[in-house]
């Protein structure tokens, strides 16, 4: 069955750093993953997906992930952190053609 | 395009008493549906899920019960609710696309059980 890990609960960046939240998941092959974004009180938003196409996948808002079978990761950065880009970011894979199966969130926080 | 609509936007309810969520898409025919909870603090929790109409999967044994009376209508409810319902209700809704079925994602329902 799948399941995904997100390390760390919380990260907090200063305005202009790199931005990376880290994803790991374990299913049987193809994993299809996702990136979603919350911000409060909101539903989540789709940023990027992993379908077995390219490793190195390109998003909204400038953010971007790469598939890394080795290390069975999804990490997912963005070069310069901006002040809106704090929120809740949920790492999910598929299993299944119905289910996602989320992490547990990281809440982003960016500091002026 | 395709719209979700959830209702109400926030409930405070107190315990023992009925519920009633509504969630409506717009833009697209026989979709699958979902319903989820997001408990403070903790990440998304499916509950269930519906390929067609009166076709309901259940995910989590609880005290919520979900309906699909028409193609494009999802219902969660209960006949009591308990202290720990309290959360954060997400809809969705999903086709297929490509290879793979990508969830789209309703504004929530924010409901307190007090």
């Known amino acids: 069955a799948q399941s995904v890990t997100q390390l760390g609960s919380h990260v907090s960046v200063s305005e202009g750093a790199l931005v990376l939240l880290r994803c790991n998941y374990s299913?049987?092959?193809?994993?299809?993953l996702f990136w979603y974004v919350q911000y409060p009180n909101q539903g989540l938003q789709l940023l990027l997906k992993?379908?077995?196409?390219?490793?190195l996948v390109k998003g909204i808002n400038g953010f971007e992930a790469e598939f890394k079978k080795s290390e069975t990761s999804f990490h997912l950065t963005k070069p310069s952190a901006h002040m809106s880009d704090a929120a809740e970011y949920f790492c999910?894979?598929?299993?299944?053609?119905?289910?996602?199966?989320f992490g547990q969130g990281t809440r982003l926080t960016i500091n002026p | 395009s395709q719209t979700i609509h959830q209702w109400p936007a926030t409930l405070v309810q107190p315990v023992g008493s009925p519920l009633s969520l509504e969630c409506t898409v717009e833009?697209?025919?026989?979709?699958?549906l979902y319903w989820y909870r997001q408990a403070a603090g903790r990440g998304l929790q499916l509950l269930f899920y519906?390929?067609?109409?009166?076709?309901i999967s259940s995910e989590v044994p609880q005290n919520l019960s979900a309906s699909r009376p028409q193609d494009r209508q999802f219902i969660l409810s209960s006949k009591k609710l308990l202290l720990s319902d309290s959360g954060f209700y997400l809809c969705?809704?999903?086709?297929?696309?490509?290879?793979?079925?990508?969830?789209?994602f309703g504004p929530g329902t924010r409901l307190t059980v007090t």
């Open positions: 519906s390929v067609g109409i009166g076709q």
């Open positions: 833009g697209t025919s026989n979709p699958n």
């Open positions: 999910a894979g598929l299993q299944g053609a119905q289910k996602l199966v």
């Open positions: 299913s049987s092959v193809p994993p299809y």
């Open positions: 969705a809704w999903s086709v297929l696309d490509s290879l793979i079925y990508e969830q789209y």
């Open positions: 992993y379908t077995s196409a390219a490793t």
